[in-house]
């Protein structure tokens, strides 16, 4: 039985989660389910109710702002509940992602597994856990080309952002890009900072 499951596809940008949720979706639809799609609304970089992958795929969506609406829109006959982006939702949609396979469905989601500063994003730990199957992407990365970026660099004006800047910040290719670990970087200039101006004390040998 394709239901009771929750299906999470993780990655940094530009790695194809999108592509590959849309992907599994047409195979639903194709197989003749019933599928509801969910994207949060803090996800403005479509400009419509639907979700797009880098490639130019789309598709109709539901736009929600906290993780408990989701529940209000999925309906009885619903067979497969699809949700992209859950690392923008509150800590409910841990809670809501469980209580939708326990009603049987098959959810398929995707997300951010780590932050711009490498550290994990949002609920992404707990739904890890919780999922029946993890797929994670790699992207190429943008400085040396190899094929395993799991790290997503943000961009100020071309350059590393700051580990200081907002944790929330919406973007596309101008704004983040895929690294891997070797051309990962995250400046910190509060620490410098803080370094620069420790004060030596003097001390004496006897």
């Not at 800590?91 to 711009?116: A, C, Q, R, W, Y």
């Not at 961009?155 to 700051?162: E, F, N, Q, V």
Request: proline share 5%; charged share 30%; with cysteine.
């Amino acid at each position: 039985m394709d239901g009771y499951s929750f299906e999470l596809i993780t990655g940094p940008m530009s790695c194809g989660k999108t592509e590959e949720l849309l992907r599994r979706i047409r195979r639903c639809i194709i197989a003749k389910k019933k599928v509801k799609v969910i994207s949060p609304d803090v996800d403005t970089r479509a400009k419509g109710d639907y979700i797009e992958s880098r490639n130019g795929l789309w598709l109709d969506a539901i736009k929600v702002k906290h993780a408990i609406q989701i529940l209000a829109h999925v309906k009885p006959d619903d067979e497969v509940v699809a949700i992209d982006e859950l690392q923008f939702f509150d800590p409910n949609i841990v809670k809501v992602v469980s209580k939708l396979m326990n009603e049987g469905k098959k959810v398929i989601g995707t997300g951010l597994e780590l932050d711009f500063k490498a550290e994990p994003f949002g609920s992404m730990p707990e739904l890890m856990c919780i999922a029946t199957k993890v797929d994670k992407l790699h992207a190429v990365c943008m400085k040396c080309g190899c094929e395993h970026a799991t790290r997503t660099q943000r961009l100020i004006d071309g350059k590393p952002a700051d580990k200081n800047s907002p944790l929330i910040m919406i973007g596309g290719d101008e704004t983040y890009e895929a690294r891997c670990i070797k051309c990962y970087e995250l400046p910190d200039s509060l620490h410098d900072k803080q370094r620069r101006n420790l004060k030596i004390l003097p001390f004496s040998f006897r």
